[in-house]
């Protein structure tokens, strides 16, 4: 009877097997853009909420006539001032609980004292020595301030801001600025928002799109950039932060 012959394993082969099964998948961007409100920075509104009961209105009165376009944006864009914008709050409110109150509940927003997610920025600090890092945020002439404040003024490699750029999200030009600054094509952007709005507009330029609600989403969509990098030697290159 003949013995079946049974092929050896090819050991090239095998090991070329094993090394293509550890190959890491490859990563879909080579930057990430992030937001900073509602993703790293958080407003205690705890205040602002007890002097509305006070004055009989209800929670999120003040922030529904401040965050409405023609009383916010000019804040964003770099048109007015913190102090302005409190006056346009004031008015927005005056008729309802008296210029004196009003004026109190819009300073009472301004001032809202806020703090940094921990977990977040320790994520974004991580996915930093491994990509370029750009924070892209609608935010005002105090920005660079506050940062400091948070002690996160080294937090990216560079900060795109509304109030800088003069044009705020969902415009596509703040992201192309955006990506300009971290040296990658808008393709091979990763973007992070907590605003459905500013995701749609990020993904009609071909980014990679994080809708934010808590860190988790952030670990999983960095991915191995959620994890320190070995010390090799190498550091992600460092976009020149435009002035």
Same mark, same amino acid.
């Given at each position: 009877? /003949?013995?079946?012959?049974?092929?050896?394993?090819?050991?090239?082969?095998?090991?070329?097997?094993?090394?293509?099964?550890? *190959?890491?998948? !490859?990563?879909?961007?080579?930057?990430?853009?992030?937001?900073?409100?509602?993703?790293?920075?958080?407003?205690?509104?705890? !205040?602002?909420?007890?002097?509305?009961?006070?004055?009989? %209105?209800?929670?999120?009165?003040?922030? &529904?006539?401040?965050?409405?376009?023609?009383?916010?944006?000019?804040? %964003?864009?770099? #048109?007015?001032?913190?102090?302005?914008?409190?006056?346009?709050?004031?008015?927005?409110?005056?008729? #309802?609980?008296?210029?004196?109150?009003?004026?109190?509940?819009?300073?009472?927003?301004?001032?809202?004292?806020?703090?940094?997610?921990?977990? *977040?920025?320790?994520? %974004?600090?991580?996915?930093?020595?491994?990509?370029?890092?750009?924070?892209?945020?609608?935010?005002?002439?105090?920005?660079?301030?506050?940062?400091?404040?948070?002690?996160?003024?080294?937090?990216?490699?560079?900060?795109?801001? &509304?109030?800088?750029?003069?044009?705020?999200?969902?415009?596509?030009?703040?992201?192309?600025?955006?990506?300009?600054?971290?040296?990658?094509?808008?393709?091979?952007?990763?973007?992070?928002?907590?605003?459905?709005?500013?995701?749609?507009?990020?993904?009609?330029?071909? /980014?990679?799109?994080?809708?934010? #609600?808590?860190?988790?989403?952030?670990?999983?969509?960095?991915? !191995?950039?959620?994890?320190?990098?070995?010390?090799?030697?190498?550091?992600?290159?460092?976009?020149?932060?435009?002035?």
């Amino acid at each position: 009877m /003949m013995t079946p012959m049974i092929d050896a394993p090819d050991p090239a082969r095998s090991a070329g097997t094993r090394s293509a099964e550890r *190959a890491p998948a !490859p990563r879909a961007f080579d930057a990430v853009l992030c937001d900073l409100d509602n993703v790293v920075r958080f407003y205690d509104t705890a !205040p602002l909420a007890a002097l509305e009961r006070a004055a009989g %209105l209800p929670e999120g009165t003040t922030e &529904s006539v401040a965050y409405a376009p023609e009383v916010d944006l000019p804040l %964003l864009l770099g #048109r007015i001032t913190t102090d302005a914008w409190v006056e346009s709050i004031t008015a927005g409110l005056t008729d #309802r609980v008296g210029e004196e109150r009003a004026r109190a509940l819009g300073r009472a927003l301004a001032d809202a004292p806020f703090r940094a997610d921990g977990e *977040a920025v320790s994520l %974004l600090r991580r996915a930093r020595t491994h990509v370029p890092l750009v924070l892209v945020t609608n935010a005002t002439l105090q920005l660079d301030h506050d940062l400091a404040l948070l002690g996160l003024a080294d937090l990216a490699d560079a900060v795109v801001s &509304s109030a800088v750029e003069r044009v705020a999200k969902p415009d596509p030009a703040i992201y192309r600025i955006a990506a300009e600054r971290a040296g990658v094509p808008l393709d091979r952007c990763l973007f992070v928002d907590d605003r459905q709005e500013n995701v749609d507009a990020a993904a009609a330029l071909g /980014m990679t799109c994080v809708l934010y #609600r808590e860190p988790g989403d952030l670990r999983r969509a960095l991915g !191995p950039c959620a994890e320190a990098a070995e010390a090799t030697g190498t550091a992600a290159p460092r976009p020149e932060r435009a002035r």
